[in-house]
DNA sequence: CCTGGCATTGTAAGCGTTTACATTTTTATT
DNA sequence: AATAAAAATGTAAACGCTTACAATGCCAGG
């Protein structure tokens, strides 16, 4: 069942029949209601890679992330996509893992027209090499790209995020407020944000003249991981520390502290206190509940979708969009 | 830059460069190269949608779930995704939340022909209403189906499957065997795995000659939640069973039942056994950790994947294949 | 009744590939 | 060296749509 056909059955030309399928066009309502009924009748739909053809687009979306399954990731993914679907757009999912290899997936997508514009999520190589660099600029020349949690100054790259540097730098301020001066910090994706954090974190720890604040920080090199070998990785490389706080770039190590806690008898949160980020689902499981850091996901993810269509359309939208996130109080601190 | 172009340049024809790009036909070895390099020298990368209409196909998969952003359906989503994407096929997301409106969603990614096969994930609407069923059945007309969690008996339709009913029939078994009759069970989705554990879980208590066992059935009503929610539901609905033993369709709901069990200070596992089901992140994050069903998740990803890919080239393939789920013990269970 | 202008509809030329079939080149056989 | 067969390559016709431009129909104003 082609256009063709719908237009013989029709009794017009194919062309009045793709002027009543894009809707766009002057067409007589009487043709136009003669048309849609045969439409109907015979469960016409056009295909996709012709309109495509004409059309040069498909009404899709690329989004890309490391790793979809990723508690917070997944939450973004899920969010961007029914923002998408809600406009009219589809979405195609390419999850590249943590090794940064990939060039191939999608600078192929974007370079094949594939998409009408490209969603990085959680860009953990944002800023990390030159290289990764180079094909966000080459890719944007081709489709806008939209950059959730990272920011990067280039024509044609929007980008919404979460103040997490500012975010982080409250939080751990509220820390060293409630008195704590010995807090461990556990991260692991060096994503842009990542880094913002870091930053933020030891900006604190400046601003109340605690030294050398990469001492207290340590790395976690696993992709994916469960609680319990995040305690024992503390346990291997912090416990000389002595630390009475830990603040978490990712609620799931913070849960993993509070399992460390619970392996040495350490109350939580009189002897240790424990901050995570993200606010996931995670912060209501453990005991006590984890006191963590909303970054807004739902709006970020919103205003960056509502970007994109902007963009699309040609108006002229923000290149940057920031909010702030909020800590969210709850029983793994007494402060 | 077209296909036209890299002909030229590279002083050949053009279905000589589209036989070297699709890899398949015989080429003269110094031709292929050839081309290769001009290809390479150019960046040129041929347009999808002319390639989708010459191929009628481009390499995509659909995968649609209700909501990636659950713990469950989002590790079933990243699985597929690699396991496409390291076959050379892309992934269309679609997600259509609980409310059963697909019609339109995924009919229309079918019908376009934008995908070459269709991937249903955690099938919550299958065997729910004549009506959704019949999408199933236009649908396999033109693509083949993919089961994930389901069974369908039509033709173009697989199915992958942990075998549920069995799975949670052992699984209660092993807690009645325990010395626990008085057994609160906890779902949500009333999806087709659902129904298959609910009926292991009552078949269970029936072989113990425990009578009218949906008296100790609760139907969690929300969609998405929290610990906090679930175990307010279980205090409002279920407080004057005064069970000794809780299982989940679900690990969240599990977690829910563990802190109820916290709010009323009941000890788990003493006081309450708790038997959640996915074996997922979850099970380690709470207190105690969560005994759980491991329902082979990546094991079925691989081999519904394998499945399509084998459709889609032609082979016979089994209608069904359906593995075993093992019970992981942790904390929340003594026997 | 004629004419110009506007609304509507039709015609046909792309869009960039794939691929059946035709043609040319190479190789093997005698 | 001639010839048949096989391999490599080229030609051109789809694929199903969009859209610029052409053609038609209709109306009001003169």
Do not use: W
Request: glycine share 8%; with cysteine.
């Amino acid at each position: 069942m082609t256009i063709y056909d719908i237009s013989q059955k029709a009794g017009v030309s194919i062309a009045t029949v793709s002027r009543v399928i894009n809707g766009s066009d002057k067409v007589k309502p009487s043709t136009r209601q003669k048309v849609s009924d045969v439409i109907e009748k015979y469960g016409y739909t056009p295909n996709a890679f012709a309109r495509g053809m004409g059309l040069q687009s498909l009404h899709t979306a690329g989004i890309l992330c490391a790793d979809s399954s990723d508690l917070f990731l997944a939450k973004a993914v899920f969010y961007l996509e029914q923002e998408l679907q809600a406009n009219g757009y589809e979405s195609l999912l390419c999850c590249t893992g943590y090794n940064l290899d990939l060039k191939k997936n999608y600078l192929d997508l974007i370079l094949s027209k594939k998409i009408d514009g490209l969603i990085l999520v959680g860009s953990h190589f944002i800023g990390t090499t030159e290289e990764e660099n180079q094909y966000i600029k080459d890719g944007s020349d081709r489709v806008p790209i939209m950059l959730l949690n990272a920011a990067f100054d280039y024509p044609n790259v929007y980008c919404t995020l979460c103040d997490d540097e500012t975010t982080m730098f409250e939080t751990t301020k509220s820390m060293i407020s409630g008195g704590i001066r010995d807090i461990l910090y556990l991260y692991n994706i060096r994503s842009y944000s990542g880094i913002k954090k870091i930053a933020g974190f030891q900006r604190a720890l400046q601003s109340f003249g605690i030294d050398e604040p990469q001492n207290y920080m340590r790395y976690y090199p696993y992709d994916s991981s469960d609680a319990n070998r995040i305690a024992a990785f503390i346990e291997k490389t912090a416990k000389e520390l002595h630390f009475q706080g830990m603040i978490a770039a990712d609620d799931l190590l913070a849960v993993g502290g509070i399992k460390y806690a619970q392996k040495h008898n350490l109350i939580v949160p009189k002897d240790l206190s424990v901050i995570g980020y993200n606010n996931s689902i995670l912060t209501t499981c453990c005991t006590p509940e984890l006191t963590s850091v909303d970054n807004r996901l739902e709006t970020l993810t919103h205003q960056l979708v509502q970007t994109l269509l902007g963009v699309l359309a040609g108006e002229e939208m923000p290149k940057m969009s920031v909010f702030s996130g909020k800590l969210i109080k709850r029983g793994s601190t007494y402060f």
